[in-house]
């Protein structure tokens, strides 16, 4: 296997839910944007040779004036209609030569660096990983009625994140049986699975939040200030 590896973030979504016209992206934590956070953390990272940023149309040109800052090589891609057809669209323009995918969420801008480079360690080992934390609370699954049906063992339930990395080969094989099938899944992982592909869980943190509504900008503000104070 080779080293080229590549992260693929999304970063087309809507952010309707924060009720801001130039999407949920633009917004400031602190004195930076969710995005260059994000872009930040994946820039600083030697094994990661390119980054893909899917995109919106409208947000083009923002987003070219914002990656002049990086250093690694940028591509953007216009996305799709759905988080699944954006993705798919950034796998299918991925240099011949990239061994390894890191896809991650654009809105989870504090994801650590040594949660990156644990899971590009994992990689070499296994042919898909991704980046967990165990569940506080306990999980009931109810019945079409609203009835408790069960409640699984805590013991083994963990709250999946991004970033989740995959050999290149399975997940642009789980991504082109998908588009056949219109398979709905909530994250990369679960269609790797529907191959019949082991997953490695890495453990993560629970401050690598996803920026989704206006709580969420509260909590990384807290967050950010946390960091800074070490």
Avoid at 29 to 49: A, H, N, Y
Avoid at 66 to 87: D, F
Avoid at 147 to 175: G, H
Avoid at 184 to 210: F, H, M, P, R
Wanted: aromatic share 4%; glycine share 6%; hydrophobic share 35%.
């Amino acid at each position: 296997m080779g080293n080229n590896t590549t992260v693929l973030i999304t970063a087309a979504g809507s952010g309707s839910r924060m009720g801001h016209e130039k999407g949920k992206l633009f917004l400031k934590i602190g004195s930076k944007t969710v995005i260059e956070r994000t872009l930040e953390v994946f820039d600083k990272i030697e094994k990661i040779q390119n980054i893909l940023l899917v995109i919106r149309e409208q947000d083009k040109e923002a987003m070219e004036e914002i990656t002049l800052a990086l250093k690694k090589p940028v591509k953007l891609v216009i996305g799709g209609s759905s988080r699944e057809e954006s993705t798919y669209n950034g796998l299918k323009v991925l240099e011949e030569d990239c061994d390894i995918v890191v896809c991650h969420d654009g809105a989870r801008p504090f994801i650590r660096r040594e949660t990156i480079e644990k899971c590009l360690e994992e990689i070499e080992k296994h042919e898909a990983v991704i980046v967990a934390v165990p569940v506080k609370d306990t999980i009931k699954c109810s019945d079409h009625n609203g009835m408790v049906d069960y409640t699984p063992n805590r013991e083994f339930l963990y709250q999946v994140q991004t970033p989740q990395v995959f050999r290149k080969n399975i997940i642009k094989e789980a991504y082109e049986i998908n588009k056949e099938e219109n398979i709905k899944v909530t994250d990369d992982s679960s269609l790797v699975e529907k191959l019949g592909k082991k997953v490695k869980i890495v453990l993560g943190d629970y401050t690598n939040i996803k920026i989704t509504t206006k709580e969420d900008l509260f909590v990384g503000e807290k967050i950010l200030d946390m960091e800074e104070k070490k």
